[in-house]
């Protein structure tokens, strides 16, 4: 497989890509890959097609007159001749800004995004100086992503790693099926937060809406606030030591600590009565539901 | 409010899964012949006393003050044998035998961890092929 050039790729159509390099004849059996970690394998940090870039290397663009898809192919030409900061000006609530980065950078956006902003992100630190829409972060895979203003719904849908942070109040179904990282919010938000949520930890310094946690699967969720009510099979639990120190220093990295502390936060996981439905439990689920 | 009964199998020591590969502990385990649940406690947080050279240098390139997404990546252990969950490749990794397990799970998460960021950048990965394989030219 390693004999194959891009550019010899570059000249096959997808199907011959994909027969060439052997991807049809895998056997997909059971759920393992069957694969074993290498031992000595050296010490990389970066994706294997990731540009070098360097933090110091800062440009600045002005996005007034582009549309979404200029302002995302000038961030990734830019990354590709090494800049590791970029400063984007006069975003104007554009949608879509800032996605599909999967590597290191810096990026600083000086205004408000529409919606899906900074979706599909692997590695980056962003910070935002204004609002944003509907969907930040959405499928966010690792990176930082920080907003010092509001945001809108599904908040973080679907995260699956990193550290999306809103310095105020957010809309709701924030963290919708999230499956890893962590969401804080420094304000309140909004109903059904938390919907169906996997895996990964949520604070909400203020208060949370209807309906949190509702049919949450694994997780915690962290609330300073009041809780209007609680989903399906969301139930609180003792806030362990563990716990205090993680929100401590969660919350002192971004400058978040409420003024009383962490010590009166509410902890809120699973009661794991939704896991593995079949036709086996009829009644249970007849219960539940 | 529904639902106040953890319904997982508590996790008693750390080699647990090594020991009993099934893990069918609860009787609803029992009749439906699977485990249910992780085979590591998701919710774990990191030990940051722990941490290895490595990781810390992986943190600086990154440019964070943490372990960010690696916070959720922990040593899981599949049919009886230590193994990490790829998500990249939606699978289990194995960890070799050569490599001692530690007598605690945040040192094996911290190994874990390690062992992880190694086989995601390196051009072994299958996400190298994928990416040959479907990417724009």
């Given amino acids: 497989m390693a004999s194959i050039s891009d550019s010899d790729l570059k000249e096959m159509t997808q199907d011959e890509r994909v027969k060439a390099l052997g991807m049809t004849s895998e056997q997909l059996t059971g759920r393992s890959m069957f694969m074993e970690f290498d031992a000595d394998a050296s010490d990389r940090f970066l994706y294997p097609w990731a540009p070098e870039v360097d933090f110091n290397k800062r440009i600045e663009i002005d996005s007034d007159q582009m549309t979404s898809t200029e302002v995302n192919e000038e961030i990734k030409k830019f ?211 | 409010m529904a639902g106040t009964q953890y319904r997982g199998s508590e996790i008693k020591n750390v080699d647990q899964f090594i020991d009993d590969s099934a893990g069918l502990s609860s009787e609803r385990e029992k009749e439906i012949g699977q485990h249910i649940g992780y085979r590591y406690d998701v919710n774990l947080v990191p030990d940051y006393k722990v941490i290895t050279p490595f990781l810390s240098k992986y943190m600086e390139i990154m440019g964070w003050d943490d372990l960010n997404w690696l916070e959720d990546v922990h040593m899981g252990y599949e049919d009886g044998k230590p193994a990490v969950f790829d998500r990249n490749i939606n699978g289990w990794v194995r960890v070799p035998d050569e490599i001692e397990l530690p007598d605690n799970q945040q040192d094996r998460d911290m190994i874990a961890r390690e062992l992880l960021v190694k086989f995601q950048m390196s051009d072994r990965h299958p996400l190298v092929t994928l990416r040959k394989a479907y990417m724009k030219f």
């Fill in chain 1, 79 to 289: 990354m590709d001749q090494g800049y590791g900061t970029i400063v984007l000006k006069n975003p104007r609530g554009k949608h879509s800004i800032g996605v599909g980065i999967l590597s290191k950078l810096n990026l600083i956006i000086e205004g408000s995004t529409g919606y899906f902003g900074v979706g599909l992100i692997d590695g980056p630190n962003v910070r935002i100086t204004g609002r944003v829409g509907w969907s930040c972060g959405e499928n966010m895979m690792s990176g930082t992503v920080l907003i010092e203003k509001n945001a809108g719904s599904t908040f973080g849908a679907a995260i699956r790693g990193g550290d999306l942070v809103c310095r105020g109040s957010v809309g709701s179904r924030t963290g919708i099926d999230m499956k890893g990282g962590t969401i804080l919010v420094g304000g309140d938000t909004g109903a059904l937060s938390g919907f169906m949520m996997q895996r990964g930890r949520m604070v909400v310094c203020g208060n949370a809406g209807k309906n949190l946690g509702d049919s949450m699967y694994d997780g915690t969720i962290y609330v300073g606030g009041e809780i209007k009510s609680l989903g399906v099979d969301a139930v609180p639990a003792e806030l362990t030591d563990l716990d205090k120190n993680w929100l401590t220093r969660k919350l002192t990295q971004y400058g978040m600590v409420p003024t009383k502390g962490v010590n009166h936060f509410q902890k809120i996981v699973a009661g794991k009565m939704l896991w593995n439905y079949d036709n086996l439990e009829p009644s249970e689920k007849k219960l539940i539901l």
